[in-house]
């Protein structure tokens, strides 16, 4: 269910991601949801979706983004609990498995983990079994996941490619590294930005000037300059890439 977009939208879309799979999608067993509101909150749209989900017997539910399928108040914790209550016995009694997009906060410095910059009642963060969150730093995106049950994979620099009109937008696993010394990034400021982004929570000056190894004075005045900015977001005594809040290719999702 993309709520943002419309249906002509969505196909492009599901179209350049098959193109680029080397896949067909009329082949593929996806079917997307085209009603003009859906509302997760209301009992006639939760028993719609319900029989939607059992007819259709999908193994993955998509739902994006989560803030357009309601109208309950984000903050208030009761609210939230009811709507993720119902999608997980949505779950449990339909077996399948449900994705929920979310956006993050504005500038979000709630903590150190991902999961709690985003928007709203933090019931969100804890209801998720597995989470993905992308941060955007310029054109750099580092995807960094948490899941309730095992162990977590590095964080992961991923890059938006195919983007230009009839291409085929995809996100691509990248060396930042190696992306950053061909475009002879040296400079301070996007070696400070691209080891924060590579980071899964935020750093403090020392362990930053031993990363990158460089003097102390030149390191503070870089993290000033950055902050200033709004490259880099200041945490108590540590620096984080701020997570941004909507729009492609950076959403914060769960």
């Known amino acids: 269910m993309m709520a943002e977009d419309a249906a002509s939208v969505v196909k492009t879309r599901l179209l350049g991601l098959c193109r680029h799979r080397g896949l067909a999608l009329a082949a593929l067993p996806i079917d997307v949801i085209t009603a003009a509101a859906v ?113 977590a994979i590095a964080p992961t620099s991923l890059q938006l490619t195919g983007g230009h009109p009839g291409g085929d937008a995809h996100l691509a696993v990248v060396d930042r590294a190696a992306l950053e010394l061909a475009h002879g990034a040296t400079d301070i400021d996007q070696a400070v930005i691209a080891a924060l982004s590579r980071a899964r929570e935020p750093l403090g000056r020392s362990a930053l000037r031993d990363l990158l190894r460089v003097r102390n004075e030149r390191l503070g005045e870089a993290l000033t300059r950055l902050v200033g900015h709004g490259a880099v977001t200041r945490v108590g005594d540590r620096w984080c890439v701020p997570i941004p809040t909507s729009g492609p290719p950076g959403n914060g999702t769960t």
């Open 39 to 151: 509302r997760i909150d209301r009992e006639r749209d939760q028993d719609r979706l319900a029989l939607t989900v059992r007819r259709a017997k999908p193994r993955l539910l998509v739902l994006d983004p989560f803030v357009r399928l309601h109208r309950v108040d984000e903050n208030d914790a009761g609210q939230v609990a009811a709507v993720l209550g119902y999608l997980r016995t949505l779950q449990r009694d339909l077996d399948v498995a449900v994705l929920v997009v979310h956006h993050a906060r504005k500038n979000g410095t709630a903590g150190p983990q991902a999961g709690q910059n985003l928007r709203g009642s933090g019931d969100l963060h804890a209801w998720g079994d597995s989470n993905l969150y992308l941060r955007r730093a310029d054109d750099a995106l580092t995807l960094t996941v948490e899941h309730r049950a095992s162990a």
